[in-house]
């Protein structure tokens, strides 16, 4: 059974930083697509980033190129996302996803999901 773990979210002011880690075990980690995504209260899940296993391609939400970066530690079974320059607009509970099937940037194509973990940007 694949079980995804995030853990670093917290409260931080605007234009602060923070980094995001997701432990995936019971799995084959490296040969998976791992994936990022967030919910906003009365907001659907709405995708963030994205990369490849051998993190050949990666993708990013529009509104956080730039300022966020995935990136993944395959010796570790771990991806991260460091998200700088943060902005109230950013406040979410952010998903972990992996081994998706399909569009990378839909959430229904992903098959494994962390419970989540609060984000919240104060201005």
């Known amino acids: 059974q694949v079980q995804l773990v995030e853990s670093g979210g917290g409260l931080v002011q605007a234009g602060g930083s923070l980094r995001l880690s997701c432990v995936v075990s019971?799995?084959?980690?490296?040969?998976?697509?791992m994936g990022w995504f967030r919910q906003a209260p009365g907001k659907e899940r709405e995708f963030v980033a994205a990369?490849?296993?051998?993190?050949?391609?990666?993708y990013y939400l529009d509104s956080v190129k730039g300022r966020f970066t995935i990136s993944r530690d395959n010796a570790k079974n771990t991806v991260y996302l460091q998200m700088n320059s943060l902005k109230p607009e950013d406040t979410a509970v952010y998903y972990c996803a992996a081994d998706p099937s399909g569009n990378y940037r839909h959430f229904v194509s992903w098959g494994h999901w962390g419970q989540g973990t609060q984000v919240t940007v104060s201005s």
């Open positions: 019971g799995s084959t980690f490296s040969s998976y697509a």
């Open positions: 990369m490849t296993w051998s993190g050949g391609n990666i």
